[in-house]
């Protein structure tokens, strides 16, 4: 279906009659209603009238004086400390009301422990690995001093004591993760 001149100007006097899209789609026949709300943005036509044929009209807003606006206010209060808030719980149908105090994190320091114990890495490659050698990788793989552990592995294990305690956390450990 072409837009012919006719039936752009019966589409904008429609429009302007305040007709919905899939209206002024059934009026003409041979065309969607989104081929109608199309053509109405590419003629950049005004937003529809409404239903009884006026156009709704803006009211401008009233304007608070400036002064009234700009001028500070006095404080008349005292800052009081925030007091812990009782918070509510929904359960399904149940509403549960638990009195929860916000507790604020302790700052911690960092101090580097010197009594631990670092297993001794023999710097194997891909091809030297063995069925009893550890396989944690160490680096980077995509640059030239990566490699593996290399240290006894068990038979269980594709890691030694020290690596599989870090590749293996107890059930409870990660339950709180």
């Not at 044929?53 to 009234?68: D, E, F, I, M, Y």
Request: with cysteine; net charge positive; hydrophobic share 35%.
């Amino acid at each position: 279906m072409n837009w012919t001149d006719e039936r752009v100007e019966r589409l904008k006097r429609l429009w302007s009659e305040g007709l919905s899209a899939s209206q002024i789609a059934a009026q003409l026949g041979g065309v969607s209603r989104n081929a109608v709300i199309g053509k109405v943005h590419r003629l950049n036509l005004p937003g529809r009238a409404k239903a009884g044929g006026t156009v709704a009209t803006t009211r401008p807003a009233a304007k608070r004086p400036a002064a009234a606006a700009a001028a500070p206010r006095a404080t008349n209060f005292q800052a009081r400390p925030a007091a812990a808030r009782p918070t509510i719980r929904t359960a399904g149908a149940t509403a549960l009301k638990d009195e929860m105090g916000v507790n604020t994190a302790q700052v911690l320091e960092y101090v580097p422990v010197s009594n631990a114990s670092l297993p001794t890495s023999l710097r194997l490659t891909l091809t030297e690995l063995t069925e009893r050698t550890c396989k944690w990788p160490v680096g980077d793989p995509l640059k030239d001093d990566f490699h593996f552990c290399g240290c006894e592995s068990h038979e269980s294990s594709p890691y030694c004591k020290f690596h599989a305690k870090m590749a293996y956390q107890p059930v409870s450990e990660r339950r709180r993760a």
